[in-house]
Every structure is written in structure tokens, then in C-alpha cells.
């Protein structure tokens, strides 16, 4: 079990430039998650989906977000016309089941020049 | 909405002292699942202890932390802190009602020194 990849590790981006992150969860794992992580604001929920339909994307900002699930395999987070307030650590989740832990990837570190 | 709330932010202490992170919560719904995440330094959070039965103590690694419906908390401690418990430790909360979304804490960075 090589856990939740992610890639890439790191991605710097241009101000306005899109930015592709890609989540692949642990195998059997019905639910994703994507957080990001600050410092200054912590780990902050973006949205998650189970059994590859999206089912809360409260934490998106709305405008130049988006997330997708085509498939069980893989999660992609994209982020359109980039600004140098975006950057920060993209986490990806996986769960097996409600109530169970959530396993974390190794992040994609952001940086927008 | 449920919300979860760690009141420090910054913990300092000397190696061999006792730890105790705070953590309380806020539902609506009466049997929530509380988690402890441990973060260290360029790592991603992972899992410490979890827990949904009331008054029942829940340990690993050390460390032992209680659900008190009652008072809606879920600290965190361990009786003697090493230097490798430095890192950055999150509550979380998530409902018990079926749903997987999980809503963690502000988090509380935890600083052992010797």
C-alpha cells in the first residue's frame, strides 16, 4: 500500500498561470478530501467526494477552483489564473468509511511568484 | 455548524513536564467521532487517536485523551513530553450521522525543549 500520492510534490506557477494538482487515494477508500494549509490560516477544508461524486464544496473558493473525480483512481484540484495568496500546501485525503481516519498524502507545495 | 476549538495556539515545555492540549467542540448531533492528528515538521498530518464513547479513556504512543459529552471536550495529554512530541497537534470533530467530512481545529503547535 504506497498510501495517497500526490503529485507533483512541488509546482511553482506564475501569477495568472493555471495549476493542475493530482491526487491519487489509497485503494478501497470510498471518500478524498483536498485541504490546503497555511500557516498563518491552518488546515482549511476545500471539499470532498465519496464514491467519486462531490458532495461538499463549501470550502472552494468559488471563482477560480475547481475539483473533479472522474475516476476512483485519481482527484485533480485545479486552480485557474493563480495569485501569489494561493500558495500554500494542497493536502489530499483518502477514507475508507465514515467515522474512519483520515489518511493524508505528502502535499503539493504551491508557490505563485 | 459543527465547529471545533483549540484554544492554544503555542504550547512550550520542558522535556519530562506533562502535556495537555485542550480541545473542545460544538454539534448538534450526539454521538460525534473525536480525532487527535500529530503534524511534524514537513510531514502531513496523521492519525494519534480517535475516539466516540463517552468517558472512555483512548491511548496510543503515550498519549490519552478522554470524550467528555458532558463538557464537549477531547483533551489531550500525556504525562511526561519527550522532544520528539514536537510538532503540531489538531482536533477534529466529525459528526457521527454518516457524513465523512471531518472539521478540524486551529490547530496547537506543541514545542518540547530540553
Known amino acids: 500500500n504506497a498510501g495517497v500520492i500526490q503529485t507533483p510534490r512541488h509546482k511553482v506557477t506564475g501569477k495568472g498561470q493555471e495549476a493542475t494538482l493530482w491526487c491519487e487515494p489509497i485503494s478501497g477508500h470510498s471518500a478524498v478530501f483536498w485541504y490546503r494549509q497555511t500557516i498563518v490560516q491552518g488546515l482549511e477544508f476545500l471539499t470532498y467526494?465519496?464514491?467519486?461524486?462531490?458532495?461538499?464544496d463549501s470550502g472552494m473558493p468559488k471563482e477560480r477552483f475547481s475539483a473533479q473525480m472522474p475516476n476512483q483512481s485519481h482527484s485533480t484540484l485545479k486552480i485557474q489564473s493563480t495569485q501569489p495568496q494561493d500558495s500554500a500546501v494542497y493536502l489530499c485525503?483518502?477514507?475508507?468509511?465514515?467515522?474512519?481516519?483520515?489518511?493524508f498524502g505528502p502535499g503539493t507545495r504551491l508557490t505563485v511568484l | 455548524g459543527d465547529s471545533v476549538t483549540q484554544t492554544e495556539g503555542l504550547v512550550t515545555l520542558t522535556e519530562g513536564l506533562p502535556v495537555m492540549l485542550n480541545c473542545t467542540y460544538q454539534t448538534i448531533y450526539s454521538n460525534p467521532f473525536l480525532f487527535w492528528y500529530v503534524q511534524h515538521l514537513n510531514e502531513s498530518p496523521r492519525l494519534l487517536l480517535k475516539?466516540?464513547?463517552?468517558?472512555k479513556r483512548t491511548e496510543h504512543q503515550g498519549f490519552h485523551a478522554t470524550l467528555h459529552k458532558s463538557s464537549s471536550s477531547f483533551h489531550l495529554q500525556k504525562s511526561s513530553a519527550q522532544l520528539s512530541d514536537s510538532a503540531l497537534y489538531y482536533c477534529a470533530l466529525s459528526d457521527g450521522t454518516g457524513g465523512y467530512k471531518v472539521v478540524f481545529g486551529s490547530g496547537t503547535r506543541l514545542l518540547v525543549s530540553p
Open positions: 467526494f465519496r464514491n467519486q461524486a462531490p458532495i461538499d
Open positions: 475516539s466516540f464513547t463517552d468517558n
Open positions: 485525503a483518502s477514507s475508507r468509511d465514515w467515522g474512519d481516519e483520515q489518511y
